[in-house]
């Protein structure tokens, strides 16, 4: 078999129960099964340094951490990945900042992260890179004669051609990205704007099999779905010590129900559209005061850039004033959490909630979404309210699914998933079930795999068109 070796922007820490974000959640969770070399960087600038990387083995894995010098993480991280990217790939154009010296930063941590990984690398290798942050590290890696085998895998939605031609060089970004022998997206509609973008920003063909063909390289394109591993999920949502810690906070809260909301804190995830829809159904159903309470986990992200700094001063209005309108001696509507906290604890608290809410205005995936279902009761499950613009949602149709634009919809759907009987709340979520365990990380991991091993032979089975 041959060697994995994966390359993250966030290397996460394996013996690190809290960590938080999509990438180091799935990431630990496949690389731990396999073994391999994983890749990146800590979260850590260092100017003091020698540059030179760090490395250390847990159990199977080699991690190899890279450091980023305090420039490049502002012109790289926190500028082009964090600030140009990230909102364009999010639909949120409105809070694209570029500047030149951000494009220029985001090339060099590529070049200079390819130049530090190809040391590491023999030609039978699998190489995996992963994310946003590393578009171009292919080219750079190609250009030094890296001839393994070499994937990429979006975690965050793909636009269309019409909001890529605002990123500078975009024909250049799709070059880069054919440079490699598998290209993964989380939905079929992040295939599809890929494939649209091909063909009107570059000279590659398409045959009859879905290869995509530019100059000596060909490279698939095709979607898959990332997931979670189910199974220690549901266990740690069962665990007996966490179920005690909930039953005791549990006695001190007046309601009888509880929604929950657990997200980075970040804007494209709508959570002053749910705390608003949360205060409008109170509005509009009086009743449900003091029977529900709504419970939002949101740990800090990224806070040095002024949209999450402006969502966090929002969230923090926002919660002040629907507590200071609803709130009663004995009840809090809201709690609001600002805070990581271990995932054990974490699946108990989604376990003991009635209602998960997972409402983004645009996401690659949404994890969370995924991670409520495994942790539910199956014979008293909650249920799960869904974000069309999730994509999650092309998976798991049996959610109740809203449009986080429309505020009144959302509050009603509040309304209804509170008070779904059980035996429609057993069928959804035995659907939802069954598929995130059939498509789980182990899934996600192994076709994207089996596709990058031979590349052809799987376009030729797959027929990707
Ligand atoms: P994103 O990757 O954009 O952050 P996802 O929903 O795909 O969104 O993944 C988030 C991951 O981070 C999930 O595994 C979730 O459980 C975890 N997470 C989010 N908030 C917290 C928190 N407060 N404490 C611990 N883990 C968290
Ligand atoms: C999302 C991105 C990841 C990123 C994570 C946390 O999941 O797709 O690439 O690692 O958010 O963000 P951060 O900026 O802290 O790494």
Request: some cysteine; proline content about 5%.
């Amino acid at each position: 078999m041959s060697r994995l070796v994966v390359v993250s922007n966030r290397v996460g820490n394996l013996s690190n129960p809290a960590q938080t974000g999509g990438l180091a959640v799935a990431i630990s969770e496949a690389i731990k099964g396999r073994g391999g070399i994983w890749f990146g960087w800590d979260g850590v600038t260092d100017d003091s340094g020698d540059g030179s990387a760090t490395i250390d083995t847990v159990g199977s894995v080699q991690t190899i951490l890279n450091p980023i010098p305090a420039a490049d993480y502002e012109a790289f991280y926190l500028g082009f990945a964090n600030s140009v990217i990230w909102p364009l790939f999010h639909y949120r154009s409105d809070l694209v900042r570029f500047q030149q010296d951000f494009y220029e930063g985001y090339l060099r941590v590529n070049e200079q992260f390819a130049n530090a990984l190809m040391p590491h690398l023999k030609s039978d290798d699998l190489v995996w890179i992963h994310d946003y942050h590393f578009l171009s590290m292919g080219t750079y890696l190609r250009n030094l004669g890296c001839d393994a085998r070499m994937g990429y895998f979006l975690h965050i939605p793909f636009p269309g051609p019409d909001l890529l031609a605002a990123l500078p060089n975009h024909a250049g970004f799709i070059e880069d990205l054919l440079q490699y022998d598998v290209v993964g997206f989380q939905t079929s509609a992040d295939v599809a704007n890929f494939k649209r973008c091909v063909e009107e920003f570059t000279s590659a063909e398409t045959d009859e099999t879905g290869l995509i063909r530019f100059h000596d390289r060909t490279c698939v394109a095709e979607r898959f779905p990332i997931g979670i591993d189910v199974d220690a999920f549901q266990e740690m949502a069962a665990s007996k010590a966490e179920a005690d810690f909930i039953h005791s906070v549990k006695l001190n809260l007046v309601a009888e129900k509880q929604m929950i909301g657990v997200d980075r804190l970040d804007y494209s995830k709508g959570i002053p559209a749910r705390f608003q829809a949360f205060s409008q159904m109170l509005n509009r159903y009086p009743e449900m005061s003091k029977k529900v309470s709504f419970l939002q986990i949101a740990p800090p992200s990224r806070e040095d850039i002024g949209a999450y700094a402006e969502i966090r001063e929002e969230l923090e209005r926002l919660s002040g004033t629907i507590n200071g309108t609803h709130a009663d001696f004995d009840w809090t509507p809201i709690r609001y959490i600002h805070r990581s906290v271990s995932r054990d604890r974490l699946a108990a608290m989604l376990r003991a909630s009635e209602v998960g809410l997972v409402t983004p205005m645009r996401d690659g995936m949404n994890l969370v979404a995924k991670e409520f279902v495994a942790a539910q009761d199956p014979e008293d499950p909650g249920v799960l309210v869904l974000s069309r613009f999730a994509g999650a949602a092309e998976e798991m149709p049996e959610a109740l699914m809203v449009n986080p634009f429309d505020i009144d919809e959302m509050a009603e759907m509040f309304y209804q998933a509170l008070n779904m009987p059980l035996e429609e709340r057993k069928e959804r979520h035995h659907a939802l079930f069954d598929r995130i365990r059939r498509y789980d990380v182990k899934a996600w991991q192994e076709s994207f795999l089996e596709a990058l091993t031979s590349p052809r032979e799987w376009a030729e089975k797959h027929a990707v068109r």
